[in-house]
Nanobody, 119 residues
Framework: QVQLVESGGGLVQAGGSLRLSCVAS????????MGWYRQAPGKQRELVAK???????NYADSVKGRFIISRDNAKNTVCLQMNSLKPEDTAVYYC?????????????WGQGTQVTVSS
């Protein structure tokens, strides 16, 4: 069984910082892309940032220059450093990994962690 477990969400004032972490565990053969998505109330889930196994990153325009995604392939972890947070960053943040376990390459999701930014 494969699990993605997130940590690091919480409440922060505008302009503050938070760091999210996600670790993938279980029967994992290979992890391709790892990333973070978010979903605000009444909105669709959207990509925040992702990183390939080779280190290529991709960010949503709304977080460029403020968020940094990093990955440790040896530990199957991905982190999201969020700086200069804004109230519009408030959402549930989900860790995602495209990985191959006992079967084909599939997307896996964490349970989500709440990030709330107060004005």
């Amino acid at each position: 069984q494969v699990q993605l477990v997130e940590s690091g969400g919480g409440l922060v004032q505008a302009g503050g910082s938070l760091r999210l972490s996600c670790v993938a565990s279980g029967s994992i053969f290979r992890i391709a892309t790892m990333g973070w998505y978010r979903q605000a109330p009444g909105k669709q889930r959207e990509l925040v940032a992702k990183v390939t196994s080779g280190g290529t990153t991709n960010y949503a325009d709304s977080v460029k220059g403020r968020f940094i995604i990093s990955r440790d392939n040896a530990k199957n972890t991905v982190c999201l450093q969020m700086n200069s947070l804004k109230p519009e960053d408030t959402a549930v943040y989900y860790c995602n990994a495209d990985l191959r376990g006992m079967g084909p390459l599939l997307p896996y999701w964490g349970q989500g962690t709440q990030v709330t930014v107060s004005s």
